[in-house]
Structures are given as structure tokens and as C-alpha cells.
């Protein structure tokens, strides 16, 4: 029975109920808790389920379909758990298949995509890094970012490769990290480049990193804490928003479709938060036979 249809006090019931129920986040693997800690200092009250698809990260190395097959269905699963809003919280998943999961699913989504607009226009030398899957890099997604905002600022583009596969194994700071980095970014400082933009959201877990190596020459363009503000504004649209509480503030489910170890490892020492992982296996077109191993 639709809410209107529902007498006044069923109504608040209903709208209570809905708002009371969790925000999906998903991403690839890891990354998307960058966008999960942002998302719990903007919205303290409201209750999280994360699912990393860590099973088959990372998704900047597989083809199209196969991100768009999987970001479908765990969209589809996270709204089956009772989810009221979905955050895409993966650049290549959103800039390869955002639009498709919105037109499948029934529940607000959020997106996430690389900072080039605010890079824009904080670059004073109007030479700015940008580091993404490559994936991310070539998608039209991106590619319209670069035409609508870059304006007189040139944008170097470098693919970030190994560096999701190290954030994915809990290497945030080891000396061959360190020196992929570099090999990355010290072409950009000889550019000219003044400002870097995290264009994945594994990124962000490297800050101390790219820090050690760039010192304050680089501005870092970091969008999780824009996601989570975008987060907000569509909870209140529709009027999702969990209400204020006095409790303390639940903490968040997470669920991974590998074993979980390095995300209960990561949240531990990146959020301080102590939880346990659930495995699961999600099903999709694409990982039909793989999933049916895991079963």
C-alpha cells in the first residue's frame, strides 16, 4: 500500500520506519571506507552496511559489463538487506555504470567521481595531477569532467597502477610503496604541478605517504568529505534522514565478498573501529560459476 494512501499516523510509522533504516556503501575493496569515515562525521546517527567486493578487486583492470554486472547486483543485494539509500563509493564503478544501477534500483544513489572542479579552481599554477584507475581515466564520464571544469588548467593524468592492489593488502606505507609514488608523482612537481587530485577512493589511505614525498607542494583534493555532504542533502530530499539520538552511535556492518581480514585490519587501524567482517557471496552474471565454488 503506497505511504500517501496510509492514515496520518501510519504514515509517521512508515516515514519513521524508513528513516531509521541503514546506508549501503560499496565499493570495489577497501577504499570506499575513506568514503565510510567521512560519511559517519557527517552523519553520525545514521546506521551503515559496507560491502567490499574484494573477491574480485580491483575493478580498474576488468572490462566494463563485468563492473557494471557487479555493481548491479550488489546494489540489488544491499537493498534486499533493507537499505534506503545507496553510495557508490568506487570512481570506476560510478564512472562506468552509475547511470545503468540508478535506472535498475529503487533507492536514492550517490556517486563518487574525481575532484577536477575543485582542482580547477584552487590551482594557482593551473597545473594539477590527477591519480585514477585507468579505468576512470578513459571513461566518458571523466572525460566530460575535464571539458566542463578544467577551463585554462592542464590536467596530468596518470594511472595509479598497484596502487589499489597495496591499499588492498593493508600497505599504506612500505618502501616499494613509496617508490611507486614517487615514480608517479615527481613528473607531476616537474611539471609544475600544485595540486593532486585522489581521483579513487582507495587514495586517501595514502596520504601520509604522498605527504613524505611531496611535502607541502602538492594541495590534496580528497572528495569523500563532498560525497558525504551529497549524502545528506539526498537523505533530506526524500526524506530518509535518520533523527538525531541520544545513543550511542551504532557502528557500521561490514561485509566482504573475499575474507575480510584486511578490511577488519584497515577499519582497525585507519578508523579505530573494532568489528567483525561478515563473508558473503553475491551473485551476478559474470561471477556465476566462480560464486558457485564460494557457495
Not at 571523466?142 to 577551463?151: D, P, S, T
Not at 583534493?221 to 563532498?226: E, F, L, N, Q, R
Amino acid at each position: 500500500m503506497p505511504a500517501e494512501s496510509l492514515s496520518p499516523n501510519l504514515r509517521t510509522i512508515a516515514s519513521d520506519a524508513a528513516s531509521r533504516a541503514p546506508v549501503g556503501i560499496f565499493d570495489s575493496g577497501l577504499g570506499g571506507l575513506s568514503v565510510l569515515r567521512a560519511v559517519r562525521a557527517q552523519l553520525p546517527d545514521e546506521a551503515l552496511l559496507y560491502v567490499a567486493d574484494s573477491r574480485y578487486a580491483p575493478y580498474g583492470e576488468r572490462d566494463d559489463d563485468f563492473i557494471a554486472d557487479r555493481t548491479l547486483a550488489i546494489g540489488q543485494w544491499l537493498v534486499a538487506q533493507g537499505a534506503k539509500a545507496l553510495v557508490v563509493a568506487c570512481n570506476t564503478a560510478t564512472a562506468q555504470s552509475i547511470a545503468l544501477v540508478r535506472e535498475k534500483l529503487s533507492i536514492p544513489l550517490v556517486g563518487v567521481e574525481p575532484g577536477v572542479k575543485p582542482a580547477a579552481l584552487q590551482s594557482k599554477t593551473r597545473v594539477a595531477g590527477v591519480l585514477a584507475t585507468q579505468v576512470t581515466l578513459r571513461s566518458v564520464r571523466f572525460q566530460g569532467l575535464l571539458e566542463r571544469y578544467a577551463a585554462d588548467c592542464r590536467f596530468l593524468c596518470q594511472p595509479g597502477h598497484g596502487l589499489v592492489q597495496a591499499v588492498e593488502r593493508c600497505d599504506v606505507g612500505s618502501a616499494e610503496l613509496r617508490t611507486l609514488l614517487r615514480s608517479y608523482l615527481e613528473p607531476m612537481l616537474d611539471a609544475g604541478a600544485d595540486t593532486l587530485v585522489l581521483g579513487c577512493t582507495h587514495y586517501p589511505f595514502l596520504d601520509a605517504a604522498i605527504r613524505d614525498i611531496v611535502g607541502d607542494r602538492l594541495m590534496l583534493i580528497d572528495t569523500s568529505v563532498a560525497i558525504a555532504r551529497q549524502l545528506e542533502r539526498v537523505l533530506d530530499q526524500h526524506g530518509l534522514r535518520a533523527a538525531p539520538s541520544e545513543d550511542a552511535a551504532v557502528l557500521p556492518r561490514f561485509y566482504s565478498t573475499a575474507d575480510g581480514s584486511h578490511q577488519q585490519q584497515l577499519a582497525a587501524s585507519l578508523l579505530r573501529i573494532e568489528a567483525t567482517v561478515e563473508q558473503v557471496v553475491i551473485p551476478s552474471r559474470r561471477t556465476a560459476a566462480s560464486d558457485s565454488q564460494a557457495a
